[in-house]
């Protein structure tokens, strides 16, 4: 089991910026890369970033590259997204997850195995 203990959501301004945390704790040898999805609400759950935890690889949804960073922290077990420039189309639950297997970074929700709680985005024009 991994588990997943997301941070750092709020509310801010459009504009501005937030960097959300993503706490890794069991068997994190299991994890070969970490996600950040987001749900709007009535919408689906998005692919937002990830990040493998080897080598650092990294890949972005097109509408947050140059806005977001997704960076990681081996010594702590930590992914972080740093949010900045942030939209009120930004506005989501922000969901960290457990990628099982490589070698490619995945992109859509069924490639990871655990989930954290979420955390909340509001972002105000």
Do not use: H
Not at 53 to 76: C, E, H, L, P, Q
């Amino acid at each position: 089991q991994v588990q997943l203990v997301e941070s750092g959501g709020g509310l801010v301004q459009s504009g501005g910026s937030l960097r959300l945390s993503c706490a890794a704790s069991g068997r994190i040898f299991s994890s070969y890369a970490m996600g950040w999805f987001r749900q709007a609400p009535g919408k689906e759950r998005d692919f937002v970033a990830a990040i493998s935890w080897s080598y650092g690889g990294t890949a972005y949804t097109d509408s947050v590259k140059g806005r977001f960073t997704i960076s990681r922290d081996n010594a702590k077990n930590t992914v972080y997204l740093q949010m900045n420039s942030l939209k009120p189309e930004d506005t989501a639950v922000y969901y960290c997850a457990s990628q099982p297997r490589g070698p490619r970074l995945g992109t859509t929700g069924n490639e990871y195995n655990y989930w954290g709680q979420g955390t909340q985005v509001t972002v105000s024009s």
